[in-house]
């Protein structure tokens, strides 16, 4: 499995634009990166999945350089409800995720 | 996204006695469901895997004697957590595997989690 490598923890004020930058040196050809999303008890929730290039859906986007060793999941104007752990994780299809540290995210008034 | 559920929320029990988890997957079909524990300020550690039908594959140091799961469908799988301790005590999230027309591929989603509370 690639190992992912994300900032423990961040910071920001709401309205901004917050980026996560997770790096997978060796993540194989048949990979995914997705990235979830978890509140204080409650499961992780899916945001966002993508192979390539750029992805976008109503809560994120994330962008994949051509190499595929890192990705950034970019929420726009953040909230103070977006004060969560979010996991990068980058896997095949078919064997179960892995959760890493995660970064924890801290959206401030 | 699709919808995992799991009863119950949460639970209280006495110390030797078994509990039950139950996990849905409301409106796709899962062709594998995983089982997770997560202790506080930690991430979740997964503990086992399972195809519908067959026996679930534990990860290592999981016992799966004291951890009983059973896949009886592609939208259900329980774990018993039998002659529960204290140090049992934690919170349990069920995943469900499965195509997804939300992502046109297979993925994983999570259940709400379950706080296991063993006095």
């Known amino acids: 499995l690639a190992k992912t490598t994300q900032p423990i923890s961040m910071d920001s004020y709401e309205g901004q634009e917050v980026n996560i930058t997770c790096s997978h040196n060796?993540?194989?050809?048949?990979?995914?990166i997705t990235w979830y999303q978890q509140f204080p008890s409650q499961g992780p929730r899916f945001i966002i999945q993508?192979?390539?290039t750029k992805v976008t859906n109503e809560v994120a986007s994330l962008f994949i350089p051509a190499d595929r060793k890192s990705s950034t999941l970019s929420l726009p104007r953040v909230s103070l409800s977006d004060t969560a752990v979010y996991y990068c994780?980058?896997?095949?299809?078919?064997?179960?995720?892995?959760f890493g540290k995660g970064t924890r995210l801290s959206v401030i008034a | 996204g699709a919808v995992v559920s799991q009863h119950p929320s949460r639970v209280i029990c006495k110390s030797g006695t078994s509990v039950k988890i139950e996990c849905r997957s409301l409106?796709?079909?899962?062709?594998?469901m995983f089982w997770y524990r997560q202790f506080p300020k930690q991430s979740l550690m997964l503990m086992a895997t399972?195809?519908?039908?067959?026996?679930?594959?534990?990860e290592q140091g999981v016992e799966k004697d004291k951890f009983l799961i059973n896949h009886a469908s592609l939208t259900l799988s329980t774990l018993t957590v039998t002659s529960a301790h204290p140090e049992d005590s934690s919170f349990y999230i069920c995943?469900?595997?499965?195509?997804?027309?939300?992502?046109?591929?297979?993925?994983?989603?999570f259940g709400p989690g379950t706080r296991l509370l063993v006095l």
């Open positions: 060796n993540i194989a050809t048949n990979d995914y």
């Open positions: 993508g192979y390539k």
């Open positions: 409106d796709f079909q899962a062709t594998t």
């Open positions: 994780l980058v896997v095949p299809g078919n064997t179960p995720l892995v």
């Open positions: 995943s469900a595997r499965g195509y997804s027309r939300w992502t046109d591929k297979e993925t994983q989603y």
């Open positions: 399972s195809n519908e039908g067959s026996k679930a594959t534990y």
